[in-house]
Nanobody
Framework: VQVVESGGGLVQPGGSLRLSCAAS????????MAWYRQAPEKGRELVAT???????TYADSVKGRFTISRENDKNPVYLQMNSRKPGDTAVYYC??????????????WGQGTQVTVSS
């Protein structure tokens, strides 16, 4: 299973950006999906999660500004980021809970995509 993020780049403060994450390979089902981020010299932070039923959670720092969504019960997952702040600058990672062979679920990570908020 391979997980790939895309959509990162440079955005001005107050601007918007949408990240995408897709998994490929032999996949029976995908349960929870999540976005994390890691800023320079900081630990990895959980940004948002979404279950296969569409239930979502958000870090307090992004509530009201970011939206996590998924097209169907498998792929892909998106992170819509609005009203960007310089503190949002980080490498963003996607985490997927993948079932290749039921009932075993494993978590796969992407390589990360850089998002920079700067004027």
């Amino acid at each position: 299973v391979q997980v790939v993020e895309s959509g990162g780049g440079l955005v001005q403060p107050g601007g918007s950006l949408r990240l995408s994450c897709a998994a490929s390979g032999t996949i029976f089902n995908i349960y929870d999906m999540a976005w994390y981020r890691q800023a320079p010299e900081k630990g990895r932070e959980l940004v948002a999660t979404i279950t296969n039923l569409g239930n979502t959670t958000y870090a307090d720092s992004v509530k009201g500004r970011f939206t996590i969504s998924r097209e169907n019960d498998k792929n892909p997952v998106y992170l819509q980021m609005n009203s960007r702040k310089p503190g949002d600058t980080a490498v963003y990672y996607c985490d997927m809970g993948v079932v290749v062979s039921p009932p075993y679920e494993y978590h796969y990570w992407g390589q990360g995509t850089q998002v920079t908020v700067s004027s």
